[in-house]
């Protein structure tokens, strides 16, 4: 039987599944270290999505403030954090980009996902945590968006009016291939199960995705950036 090597400090996640192989706990740690781990850096009002991401097999998200939480680097989620009123302390910020971290993990977990981001131009030239800061955010935009199974597009600003003007949209699909929506505003955010509203949502993102620049494009557009940088 294996055994967790003694003296040595590994990440928590690393831990749970060196735990995993010993105790043949088949899953079981895992899924609590996720539920516990995510639970304490998350807004109760978020925690919901959050755990229907887990198990999505769509999942699409359009954001016009700033870069989705899924594709942030934790450079730039430190400079969100560390603006955000009312301050947080130290160990409050911590604990949020913990969660942001470990929600990431989807991409290793979900290879069979179907996942979109459109994202507003405007969103990508803003200098969030600076300069430097920027870089490595495109650099992270480039890496995580190239497995076929994640789409990415850039709504460019010379395009004037679009279907989602009126804010961010994500949405997902769980594997009983139920719809589920989530629209987030100032302190807080509306979770949706209404098929006619999810209907409509899914109408604005359909129209979406033509209007924003395709992938390739998208992508040359994030080279571009980059080399302003």
């Known amino acids: 039987m294996a055994s967790i090597e003694q003296g040595r400090r590994f990440p928590p996640r690393v831990f749970v599944e060196r735990a995993e192989e010993v105790l043949d706990a088949f899953g079981a740690l895992k899924g609590v270290y996720k539920h516990v781990g995510r639970e304490k850096g998350l807004a109760s009002w978020f925690r919901q999505w959050a755990e229907l991401e887990e198990q999505a097999i769509s999942l699409y998200t359009f954001e016009n403030r700033v870069v989705p939480g899924l594709l942030q680097t934790e450079g730039y989620a430190r400079g969100l954090f560390s603006v955000r009123l009312p301050l947080l302390d130290e160990p409050e910020i911590e604990a949020m980009i913990a969660a942001l971290l470990e929600r990431q993990s989807l991409f290793a977990d979900r290879p069979n996902t179907a996942f979109s ?20 955010q495109i650099d992270h935009f480039l890496e995580v968006t190239a497995p076929r199974n994640l789409e990415f597009q850039v709504m460019p600003m010379n395009r004037g009016a679009h279907a989602c ?22 302190r807080g955010g509306r979770f949706a199960v209404d098929p006619k509203t999810i209907s409509v949502l899914h109408m604005h993102y359909a129209k979406l995705r033509s209007q924003a620049l ?10 571009q950036m980059r080399g302003a940088l």
């Open 117 to 136: 981001f459109i994202v507003e131009e405007h969103v990508l030239r803003r200098e969030t945590g600076g300069g430097a800061v920027m870089r490595q």
């Open 214 to 223: 395709p992938p390739a494009d998208s992508r040359r557009v994030l080279e």
């Open 165 to 186: 003007l009126d804010g961010p949209i994500r949405l997902t699909e769980s594997p009983e291939n139920e719809w589920f929506a989530y629209c987030e505003a100032q």
